[in-house]
């Protein structure tokens, strides 16, 4: 009996089979690139910081020295002050300079409210400087003092002293709810307005606000709690028309209904 087809043709062809290729055999080793890459990168920006670093320390010990303080920005504060208050001699080198450090002395002086400091290369270290602006005077314990729309009394008055309305309250400081009122209040007038204001006072609950104006005429404000920005804004656009009348008390407590008193 002869065998059966199928098994001679099994036993012929079983020597010639291959076992297939796993994947990991056939898959490119990427992960394993990546990684040497990434690792070079790695060494690259450090060299390149190392570098940067001693450029640097080089530059700070024997690069180009000052030769120039320059001060912009000045209105009052004298130039010489604010170079004095900075305190880099001449022939420091300028990459020595710790420009935090020097525009934070600078922001000591009182007027200062902020000090830029930046290096020119290659021998010049540049102060910008942003004075404060009076909007005010508040009475202290050292006399009158000029007052920033943040409400700091920042430094005594001059002489000759400028025309700006008086804080006559319990208290001015910065973020005290009562002075930021006041503030708000003085802001929104029209220059015309607010040059007729003697003082800003509290009313006899201390809940509102009065505006002492010139010629003995007083102006009710009303609450310094409610005083939002539009609330404001409505307030002082009615209060320089309303002045044009005849009277002594002008009441823009409501805005809707101003009244003048006689």
Known sequence: MSPARGRVGDTGHAGD?????????RAPRTPFRRRRIAAGVVVAVLVLAALAWAAW??????????EEVSVSGTRVIAQNDVRAAAGVPTGTPLAAVDTGAVSSRV?????VAQADVSRRWPHTLSIVVLERMPVAIAD????????????LAYRPLPDPA????KLALPRVLPGDPSTAAALAVVEALPQPVRDQVDSVVLGPTGTT??????????VLWGRWADSDPTTTARRAAILGPLL?????????SSADLPTVRK
């Open 17 to 25: 089979r291959r076992a297939p290729e796993s994947w990991s055999d």
């Open 57 to 66: 320390w080089a530059l700070a010990r024997f690069g180009p020295g000052v």
């Open 107 to 111: 922001s000591g002086i009182p007027g």
């Open 140 to 151: 202290s314990p050292d006399g009158p003092q000029l007052v920033d729309a943040t409400g």
């Open 162 to 165: 400028p025309r700006l309305p």
């Open 209 to 218: 606000l009065e505006l002492v104006l010139t010629e003995n005429r007083r």
């Open 244 to 252: 044009t009348r005849e009277g002594t008390v002008y009441d823009v």
